[in-house]
């Protein structure tokens, strides 16, 4: 199991944008899949974004064409571009690494950043 530690949350106006970044320790980063879940109150969880390590991307329906991932594996590291934020984009988001396609079965998680955004 990898580390993963995230950074990029706060606190934003809707409309406005965020970047996470999420660094894993180790040297399996280029082999894994990479991406974010997400989870607000009351609410299941739900994959945001992922991204394989041959740049293939798979993004959820209600973030699509606002939200962007990207990796740079010389740093062991995944960025999660979020524009034109909506107040129900409001969660706490994981950062995760799976071997699948699809970050189906996750093996690690970061520890979760505080995304909100206020109408």
């Known amino acids: 199991q990898v580390q993963l530690v995230e950074s990029g949350g706060g606190l934003v106006q809707a409309g406005g944008s965020l970047r996470l970044s999420c660094a894993a320790s180790g040297s399996i980063f280029s082999i894994n899949t990479m991406g974010w879940y997400r989870q607000a109150p009351g609410k299941q969880r739900e994959l945001v974004a992922a991204?394989?390590?041959?740049?293939?991307?798979n993004y959820a329906v209600s973030v699509k064409g606002r939200f962007t991932i990207t990796r740079d594996n010389a740093k062991n590291t995944v960025f999660l571009q979020m524009n034109s934020l909506k107040p129900e984009d409001t969660a706490v988001y994981y950062c995760?690494?799976?071997?699948?396609?699809?970050?189906?079965?996750?093996?690690?998680w970061g520890q979760g950043t505080q995304v909100t955004v206020s109408s």
């Open positions: 995760a690494t799976a071997r699948d396609n699809f970050l189906f079965f996750v093996a690690s």
């Open positions: 991204i394989t390590p041959g740049g293939t991307t």
